[in-house]
């Protein structure tokens, strides 16, 4: 699929290029995109292998292990502990990797006190879609996409994750107190029961270096602080923390290949769109496509309603992702909103950070158009539409919720 994305990424604004006679010009176009682009690909691929080394190394067994000791078996820890440990889950970005490693390890837990199921894929599909962190998939979109800094898209937007955040911890609460009441649960009898951690295989114990967890977990920490605080640039940081992970998991050097070799692939594949999200957006500007969109556009936007522009698309950003994949809305839709704002006195970081609070960050654990959705109703065993019927509404309240956040913290105006 990814593969599909960047051909026609590359194939269709060349062919579209040469067909309005810009020839061998074409080629600037294409060269001037994917040099805008390079930083966010490669801070890409290096966080991808930063986190995966982390992960291989074990640093996130313990604190699975102590999240699952903490809830024990009372339905409100549980809810609270499945939104927690898929929170924790996510700093890798990956949506696939949570769902992977927070469903098998609570349903269990679900299954033995016959919880609903349902309640599971939607705290984990929230904490996953509030969590829009600096490399995740729409955040690196947007940046590449309006060549704009993920930092710069980012750090106006903590205070308003935060209450997302606080959002998803209080709905599960409320959800985990309404099934203890629904279940006849009381604190006594949930603490008779008992869950079992899961197996590691023989593969994954011989990756394991137990000894280097609290590195790790300091490695880790550096480098977040410093991306966040934007001392370094974000591809700097991760590619000296992908560097340090390996010698000081895998001093080894053919282990080290193997590690690399065992996550290129996501990283590769990713950044390959990016590149030719690069070149789209260099023809889309060069040739003056871009612009020339954004002026149908701005003809039909009265310019006293300008201001309302990051309001509106801030609300209309979850429902969006039932419609548009990550990269057509990104690559495709985003650039004409954020050009179109600009003519008209909106910058355009405003509109990046509008779409970031829905369009597929809260939206994509529901989307149709997302493998993540299915991972999420294969492992719990629920129906599609049963899923999207339960966790729409909490997601697009979460996604209200942070809009109105992001007014009132001065993001964007009403």
């Not at 029961?193 to 790790?216: H, K, Q, S, V």
Request: net charge neutral.
């Amino acid at each position: 699929m990814l593969a599909w994305i960047g051909a026609i990424a590359i194939v269709v604004p060349v062919a579209a290029s040469l067909a309005a006679g810009f020839g061998l010009t074409t080629g600037k176009f294409v060269v001037h995109g994917v040099q805008n682009i390079g930083p966010i690909a490669g801070m890409f691929v290096f966080a991808i292998l930063f986190f995966g080394i982390l992960t291989d190394a074990g640093m996130l067994d313990p604190i699975i292990a102590g999240v699952l000791r903490l809830i024990g078996c009372h339905p409100p820890r549980i809810v609270m502990g499945s939104a927690l440990l898929a929170l924790l889950i996510h700093l890798d970005g990956s949506g696939a990797v949570t769902f992977l490693v927070t469903l098998p390890a609570m349903m269990p837990l679900y299954t033995r006190l016959g919880m609903d199921r349902r309640i599971l894929a939607c705290v984990a599909s929230m904490a996953a879609g509030v969590n829009f962190l600096p490399w995740v998939g729409p955040m690196l979109r947007a940046s590449a996409a309006l060549h704009i800094p993920g930092s710069a898209i980012f750090t106006p937007m903590i205070p308003v994750q935060i209450v997302g955040l606080a959002f998803v911890f209080g709905t599960a609460y409320v959800l985990g107190v309404r099934e203890a009441k629904r279940l006849g649960l009381d604190r006594a009898g949930a603490a008779s029961l008992a869950i079992a951690p899961r197996e590691l295989t023989d593969a994954e114990r011989a990756l394991r270096r137990p000894g280097r967890f609290g590195i790790n977990v300091v490695l880790t920490l550096v480098v977040l602080v410093t991306l966040v605080s934007g001392i370094v640039d974000p591809m700097v940081m991760f590619m000296l923390g992908t560097v340090a992970a390996l010698v000081i998991n895998y001093p080894d050097v053919q282990a080290q290949r193997e590690r690399i070799d065992a996550h290129a692939k996501a990283a590769l594949m990713m950044a390959s769109v990016l590149l030719a999200a690069g070149a789209f957006t260099g023809i889309m500007s060069g040739t003056g496509m871009l612009k020339a969109m954004a002026e149908v556009v701005v003809a039909h936007v009265p310019v006293e309603h300008a201001r309302h522009m990051p309001f509106v698309l801030g609300l209309l950003s979850m429902p969006l992702s039932l419609l548009f994949d990550p990269d057509s809305f990104y690559f495709g839709v985003l650039p004409v909103l954020a050009e179109s704002g600009k003519l008209l006195g909106v910058p355009p970081i405003q509109m990046a950070q509008a779409a970031l609070l829905g369009q597929m960050t809260t939206g994509f654990p529901v989307s149709p158009l997302t493998p993540a959705t299915f991972l999420i109703v294969g492992l719990t065993g629920v129906e599609l539409a049963e899923h999207q019927k339960f966790t729409i509404p909490f997601l697009f309240a979460a996604t209200v919720l942070m809009v109105f956040a992001a007014v009132a913290t001065g993001v964007f105006p009403l």
